[in-house]
C-alpha cells in the first residue's frame, strides 16, 4: 500500500472500523447511525436548555431569550423523530442493503480527497436543500402540506431539527444520502460527511449564539449558523439556505438583522 498520498493519517482509523465490519454491513447500522449521532449532538444543547432556566450567562447566548422547552415539546420532537426513522428510513434502508450491498475497501482514502469530497457534499446540499425549502416556501399547498410542520415551533431549539414530516425527513435524507453516491465517495468520507451534516444541522437549530459556533469561525458572513436559521423561523421569508449565504444573497432572501 502507497502510503505517500495521505492515507496513512487515516488508515489506522479505517482498520478499526473495519474490525467492525459486521456492524457497517448490517441494515440497522444507517438508522442506529443517525438516531445515535442526532441525540448525542442534542445533548449539550439540552443541557444548556436546562442551566439557562437558572443562570443568566447560559440565557445571554440565547436567539430569544423569552422562550424556554418544555418537556412537552422535548416529548413531541423526540416522538416524532423516532416515528420518521423507524416507519420510514428504517425500511428504505433495508431495501437499499438489499439491492446495493456494503462494499468496504481495504485502504482509507487519501486525507485531502476526503476533506474536498466532504466540503463538495455539503456545498451540494446546501444548494439543494436552498431550492427544495425555498420552494416549498413560495408554492402555498407545499408548505401547507409538507413543510408547515417544521414551523410549529418559531423558537430554535437543538431537537426541533428532525421535528419535521416524513417527506420531508425523506427529502433531505434523500440528499444527504445521494450526494457521497454522485462523487463516488469512500465509506469513510460518507461516515464524515453524515456526522458533520448532522452536526451543522443540529447546531443551526440549537438557539443560541454561542462564541464558538461555526458561523463566527468562518469568515465574511460567509456562513449563517444558528443566527441565520434562528431568523428563518421568525421570518419566514427569508434565509433559506440551511448553511452558507451565498444563495440567499443572490436570490435577495438574505436577512442578517432580527
Known amino acids: 500500500m502507497d502510503l505517500s498520498d495521505g ?13 467492525h465490519s459486521s456492524l457497517l454491513r448490517s441494515p440497522f447500522f444507517p438508522v442506529f447511525f443517525s438516531i445515535s449521532v442526532y441525540l448525542s449532538f442534542c445533548l449539550p444543547f439540552l443541557l444548556l436548555d436546562l442551566l439557562s432556566f437558572r443562570w443568566a450567562l447560559v440565557r445571554r447566548y440565547k436567539l430569544q431569550p423569552q422562550s424556554s422547552v418544555s418537556w412537552a415539546s422535548v416529548r413531541s420532537c423526540l416522538t416524532l423523530t423516532l416515528y420518521n426513522h423507524l416507519v420510514f428510513i428504517f425500511p428504505l434502508t433495508v431495501m437499499h442493503w438489499y439491492l446495493r450491498p456494503v462494499h468496504l475497501p481495504e485502504e482509507a482514502p ?14 451540494l ?10 420552494l416549498h416556501h413560495r408554492v402555498p399547498w407545499l408548505y401547507r402540506t409538507f413543510h408547515k410542520v417544521h414551523h410549529t415551533f ?8 428532525e ?5 420531508e425527513t425523506l427529502c433531505l435524507g434523500f440528499f444527504a444520502a445521494a450526494n457521497p453516491l454522485l462523487l463516488g465517495a469512500h ?5 464524515a460527511f453524515f456526522l458533520l451534516n448532522i452536526w451543522l444541522s443540529v447546531e443551526d437549530h440549537c438557539g443560541y449564539d454561542l462564541p464558538w459556533a461555526t458561523h463566527r469561525l468562518v469568515p465574511l458572513g460567509l456562513y449563517g449558523g444558528a443566527r441565520h436559521h434562528d431568523l428563518h423561523h421568525l421570518k419566514s421569508k427569508y434565509n ?3 448553511y452558507f449565504t451565498h ?12
Open 7 to 19: 492515507r496513512m493519517l487515516l488508515q489506522p482509523l479505517w482498520t478499526f472500523l473495519l474490525g
Open 110 to 123: 487519501p486525507l485531502p480527497r476526503l476533506l474536498a469530497q466532504v466540503l463538495v457534499c455539503l456545498l
Open 125 to 134: 446540499f446546501d444548494f439543494q436543500s436552498f431550492v427544495w425549502h425555498l
Open 154 to 161: 418559531t423558537s430554535t431549539s437543538a431537537l426541533t431539527t
Open 163 to 167: 421535528y419535521s414530516g416524513a417527506w
Open 187 to 191: 465509506p469513510l468520507t460518507e461516515l
Open 240 to 242: 433559506y439556505a440551511p
Open 247 to 258: 444563495w440567499d444573497r443572490l436570490a435577495g432572501t438574505l436577512c442578517t438583522e432580527q
